[in-house]
Structure formats: structure tokens, C-alpha cells
């Protein structure tokens, strides 16, 4: 006897099996109990997975970015990012990505008798700290964590000759992900708040060639920001209204095999 069919058919006439049926357990079903059975068990199931519409799913959600304007070097700025509000769910994991951007002039001038062969390239790196010392302790063990490179090429100075380059401009990002699992909590709190990124500039000049008679300035300005997503898991409540029409029609169908049945 199939023990899955019987169990689905106490389920759907919400009674025991007869006895004879009971007793009977090497007899096989007729054929025309188990078409009911069938019936029935889709149409409970259609019901079960109506009403699992409520379970957890997962959901994404931003917590904002900021983005500051360029500014002469050295920098220190800031922004604001969004905590996770732990009452919309259970936070799965979240992404923050730091932004850096720069904008560079570099001036070269030639004080030997003769050409020099010379390659400039600017340098903004920039250093990220948090109010969360989780997170600022991660950044502590990274930075910096963008480096922007500004290169002029090779170039052939006349002797004597001062050449401007720029504005050179560089930007790049850096995405953190995985690294955010084992202090995911310090992002998630109740009723939400806000948490604070900052960074800081560290810029310079190298030259390659010129033999020491080269001479260089360089005016640079630079910029940072951030961004965050959270991806949670949410629970709906609230069947939708598709769910509850699945429901009706799988009620629907079961009382009416009862009243075939009567």
C-alpha cells in the first residue's frame, strides 16, 4: 500500500481511513480512490504553497552614498552612509564601495645644458577611516586603499625648457564585500541611524630621467566618497492577494469533492 497517498488522504477528509482499509494493508488502492487522492493532494498542496508566499525572501536595500567635491591637497573629508534597520529583517551581507578621484598639473623645467629625457608621474593616496571601529580597524590594515597614478609619458626637455602637463585626472574604487561578513552586525540596528566614512590625501611627484636637473611642481586636487547596499532577508507578513486567491480556489476545490463525494 502506498503509505504516502494514505497519509495525504486522512489529510484532505480530515478522518481515518476506514478500518477495512487499515486492516487491509497488503490490498492496493482501487484505482478510483487513488484519482480522489491526487486531486486532493494538489489541491492541499496549492494551498501549503499559498501560504508559504509569507516565508523569508531576500531583499536588497541602499544605504546611501555621498560624494564630495574636489579639493586642494591634502584633503580630509567625510560623509554619512546608512545603518541597516534591523526591523525590516535579518541582514545577510552587505557591500560598501569607496570612491577617489583626482585632478593634477605637473610642471617641469630642464636646468641643464643639454636635453633630458623625463617621465613625472603624480601620485593621490588616500587613507579611509570609520565611526564604526570594526570597519575602521579593517580599513587600518588596508590602506591605502586607492592609489591614483597621474604619468606624464616620456618627454624630451630642451635645455632650459619648463613644460606644463595637465590637468591630469585619475579615478578608481574600491569595493568591499567579504570582507564585511564577521562584523555584519556593526552595520544593523534597530531603527536605523547613520555611520561616517572619512579619508585623508598623501600626494607626491617621482621623476624618472633628467639626471638630477630636472625640476617639477605640481598643484593637485583630490576628492573621495562612498556608497553601501544591504542585502537582507525579509518576511512578508501579509499574504498577497494572489496567494489568497490561490487559497480560495484551492478551499473551493475541496469542498466541492466533498459534495461530489456526498
Known amino acids: 500500500m502506498d503509505v504516502f497517498f494514505l497519509a495525504w488522504y486522512m489529510l484532505c477528509n480530515s478522518k481515518w481511513l476506514p478500518s477495512a482499509v487499515?486492516?487491509?494493508?497488503?490490498?492496493?488502492?482501487?484505482?478510483?480512490?487513488?484519482?480522489?487522492?491526487?486531486?486532493?493532494?494538489?489541491?492541499?498542496?496549492?494551498?501549503?504553497?499559498?501560504l508559504g508566499s509569507g516565508?523569508?525572501?531576500?531583499?536588497?536595500?541602499?544605504?546611501?552614498?555621498?560624494?564630495?567635491?574636489?579639493?586642494?591637497?591634502?584633503?580630509?573629508?567625510?560623509?554619512?552612509?546608512?545603518?541597516?534597520?534591523?526591523?525590516?529583517?535579518?541582514?545577510?551581507?552587505?557591500?560598501?564601495?569607496?570612491?577617489?578621484?583626482?585632478?593634477?598639473?605637473?610642471?617641469?623645467?630642464?636646468?641643464?645644458?643639454?636635453?633630458?629625457?623625463?617621465?613625472?608621474?603624480?601620485?593621490?593616496?588616500?587613507?579611509?577611516g570609520s565611526s564604526i571601529v570594526p570597519l575602521n580597524g579593517i580599513f587600518a590594515g588596508a590602506n591605502p586603499l586607492i592609489t591614483l597614478l597621474n604619468p606624464t609619458g616620456l618627454n624630451t626637455l630642451a635645455a632650459g625648457e619648463t613644460r606644463s602637463f595637465g590637468p591630469l585626472a585619475a579615478s578608481d574604487s574600491a569595493t568591499m564585500s567579504a570582507q564585511l561578513t564577521p562584523i555584519l552586525a556593526s552595520f544593523s540596528q534597530n531603527g536605523g541611524g547613520t555611520f561616517s566614512i572619512s579619508c585623508q590625501s598623501i600626494s607626491g611627484l617621482a621623476?624618472?630621467?633628467?639626471?638630477?636637473?630636472?625640476?617639477s611642481q605640481q598643484t593637485t586636487q583630490a576628492a573621495c566618497g562612498a556608497s553601501i547596499n544591504y542585502e537582507y532577508e525579509a518576511r512578508n507578513?501579509?499574504?498577497?492577494?494572489?496567494?489568497?486567491?490561490?487559497?480560495?480556489?484551492?478551499?473551493?476545490?475541496?469542498?466541492?469533492?466533498r459534495r461530489r463525494k456526498a
Not at 26 to 44: C, S, V, Y
Not at 207 to 214: E, S
Not at 237 to 257: D, F
Open 207 to 215: 621623476l624618472d630621467g633628467g639626471g638630477g636637473q630636472v625640476a
Open 55 to 128: 516565508a523569508a525572501h531576500a531583499a536588497f536595500l541602499s544605504g546611501g552614498s555621498f560624494s564630495n567635491t574636489l579639493a586642494n591637497t591634502e584633503i580630509s573629508q567625510s560623509g554619512n552612509l546608512n545603518l541597516f534597520d534591523s526591523a525590516l529583517g535579518n541582514l545577510l551581507g552587505a557591500t560598501l564601495t569607496l570612491t577617489g578621484q583626482d585632478a593634477m598639473t605637473i610642471v617641469l623645467t630642464n636646468n641643464a645644458q643639454q636635453a633630458q629625457l623625463v617621465e613625472a608621474t603624480g601620485r593621490v593616496r588616500l587613507l579611509f
Open 22 to 50: 487499515v486492516t487491509a494493508y497488503e490490498t492496493p488502492i482501487p484505482t478510483h480512490w487513488k484519482d480522489t487522492i491526487m486531486k486532493k493532494q494538489l489541491l492541499a498542496g496549492a494551498i501549503l504553497a499559498a
Open 237 to 257: 507578513q501579509t499574504p498577497e492577494p494572489a496567494s489568497m486567491a490561490l487559497v480560495g480556489l484551492g478551499l473551493l476545490g475541496l469542498g466541492a469533492a
